[in-house]
């Protein structure tokens, strides 16, 4: 089993949609929790970061954590075209800098 | 801010020649920087991780003879594919982590896309 699962998709959908992407992990470990948005042939650019459990919210993304289910979830609202890209989460523990452990990405692709 | 660059963007190189990545941290200093490979429709997989001042510390399965790190300062590291492979084709794409954060952050560079004939 992976340490972190998250399904590859593709998904598509019509813009204006909310999306919801989601991971689970098994390492209880882990305290922070990252969102990463990657366009085809570029680096990973960080989306959203959250600490333990609870909600963030940032413009149309919030991101939220359940650390009880080891179930992390990205929402998108008002989806835009734009948006299509790879989003990967990621995730590390409490002991240093800072490994993270990734998700397999989800390719998203919103249809105009 | 928190802009990391890579150089160079692509790079093709015949087999059995050496290539040298550089990833740099453009307006922050970064005492860790970490190494990544990725496959076409796959996760980055991580290959070592580069303190500024020691040796790099590598993954389970990642040559360090082949993949040499180097990070002089806090806002440079290098890695050098020695003696290239096709199978070393991949994207390679590093992340610094700012020093004074206190915090998890990673910021990725573009990536280095290498293609060895």
């Known amino acids: 089993q992976k340490e972190v699962e998250q399904d590859p998709g593709p998904l598509s959908v019509p813009e204006g949609a909310i999306v919801s992407l989601n991971c689970t992990y098994s390492n209880s470990a882990f305290q922070y929790f990252m969102w990463y948005r990657q366009y085809s042939r570029k680096g990973p650019e960080l989306l959203m970061y959250t600490y333990s459990s609870g909600n963030k919210e940032d413009g149309r993304f919030t991101a939220q954590v359940d650390k009880s289910s080891k179930y992390i979830s990205l929402f998108i609202r008002d989806s835009q075209p734009s948006d299509s890209a790879t989003y990967l989460c990621?995730?590390?523990?409490?002991?240093?800098?800072?490994?993270?452990?990734f998700g397999q990405g989800t390719r998203l692709t919103i249809n105009p | 801010g928190a802009v990391v660059s890579q150089h160079p963007s692509w790079v093709i190189c015949k087999s059995g020649t050496s290539v040298k990545i550089e990833c740099r941290s453009l307006?922050?200093?970064?005492?860790?920087m970490f190494w990544y490979r990725q496959f076409p429709k796959q996760s980055l997989m991580l290959m070592a991780t580069?303190?500024?001042?020691?040796?790099?510390?590598?993954e389970q399965g990642v040559e360090k003879d082949k993949f040499l790190i180097n990070h002089a300062s806090l806002t440079l590291s290098t890695l050098t594919v020695t003696s290239a492979h096709p199978e070393d084709s991949s994207f390679y794409i590093c992340?610094?982590?700012?020093?004074?954060?206190?915090?998890?952050?990673?910021?990725f560079g573009p990536g280095t896309r290498l293609t060895v004939t």
């Open positions: 992340s610094a982590s700012p020093s004074t954060s206190g915090s998890y952050e990673q910021y």
């Open positions: 307006d922050f200093q970064a005492t860790t």
């Open positions: 990621a995730m590390s523990g409490n002991q240093g800098a800072q490994k993270l452990v």
């Open positions: 580069s303190n500024e001042g020691s040796k790099a510390t590598y």
